[in-house]
């Protein structure tokens, strides 16, 4: 499957009913919630990697409420329009749905119209997506040590592709250089689809990718994939080794989907849509229909270990915007 394919496949699979969800809502036994639809703010466009998902979650938690989940694309600034709606709200019905990008805001912008950590609290962390470092199929490198040894030889010379500067793509190919002691040309494109066509011909020999992307050009053999940037093997791509098994340990990247609700919404609403989310998680038919993106979810989160895990990547993320100087005009 190609790109527009898979995400083609995940919007299908959004359209087709599943059975209603299993788990029983605390919403009713607390009576007064929810009284109105529920809002989930995406700040991204619709019909893209980050939309899908919570659409397909918006969808089947919404089967079993007394009222919908109704999903909002407010995009514009990057992701500061939608994740400002949510800061905002008072209503107690609305959540964002959010990514690896809440991480960086505040090392990325000197001025925020809202705290992306003190106005707001991480509901549930729903599933974790790894990056791949892929180069073109005419490379001569063939693993992580052989792109460590090409850029040593050519210290800043070579140059690698991203989807636009203080991006996840940008931010974890500065960690990858970092851990390999090494430098190259940083080359932003506006968003992965205008930076391929140059990757394929080999203009630019390398990029760093979200595994949802990256996949379908590793599987036709248009690139080819050096490492996966997690802990765990891919199975889509089980003989692609991790960054641990090429040789550098630690070396982990990967955008993130999260749930998060603006201060002041009640511990016991985001309890109620914790538990909502971690059910749908858990479905197995869920599962199936979001490894199309290469979406690993998880099962077992709560605010406290999803709060953890925001915290942890804003410090990963932040060191490497200071020690890149990487800033947004």
């Not at 107690?92 to 609290?121: C, K, W």
């Not at 791509?237 to 090429?246: I, N, Q």
Request: hydrophobic letters at 45%.
């Amino acid at each position: 499957m190609n790109r527009r394919q898979i995400l083609g496949a995940g919007m299908a699979a959004i359209a087709a009913p599943l059975a209603a969800p299993a788990f029983t809502s605390a919403a009713r036994a607390q009576g007064s919630w929810p009284n109105q639809p529920m809002r989930l703010v995406v700040p991204f466009a619709a019909g893209g990697p980050t939309d899908i998902p919570a659409r397909l979650f918006a969808e089947r938690i919404g089967a079993n409420l007394p009222q919908r989940v109704i999903v909002e694309n407010r995009t514009g600034a990057g992701v500061l329009v939608g994740t400002e709606v949510v800061a905002k709200a008072t209503d107690g019905h609305t959540f964002l749905y959010t990514t690896v990008a809440h991480a960086v805001l505040r090392a990325l912008f000197q001025r925020l119209p809202f705290d992306p950590e003190a106005d707001f609290v991480p509901v549930a962390l729903v599933g974790v997506i790894p990056m791949l470092v892929t180069v073109g199929r005419s490379s001569p490198v063939r693993d992580l040590r052989g792109l460590q040894a090409a850029l040593k030889a050519d210290p800043g010379g070579m140059t690698y592709a991203s989807s636009g500067n203080g991006g996840a793509l940008h931010l974890a190919t500065e960690l990858m250089l970092r851990s390999m002691d090494a430098r190259a040309l940083h080359v932003p494109y506006r968003g992965t689809a205008a930076a391929m066509p140059d990757v394929l011909n080999g203009t630019i020999p390398l990029i760093v990718d979200v595994a949802t992307s990256a996949l379908s050009y590793v599987q036709s053999g248009e690139t080819r994939a050096l490492a996966v940037m997690d802990s765990s093997r891919m199975p889509q791509l089980p003989d692609v080794p991790t960054t641990a098994e090429a040789g550098f340990p630690g070396l982990e990247a990967y955008t993130w989907h999260m749930v998060m609700a603006p201060k002041g919404t009640p511990a016991d609403v985001v309890q109620t849509v914790n538990r909502a989310f971690m059910q749908v998680a858990g479905e197995a038919a869920v599962q199936q229909r979001l490894s199309d993106l290469a979406m690993r979810l998880v099962t077992d989160s709560t605010p406290d270990s999803a709060a953890a895990w925001l915290r942890e990547e804003t410090r990963k993320w932040s060191s490497v915007v200071r020690e890149a100087n990487i800033t947004i005009n």
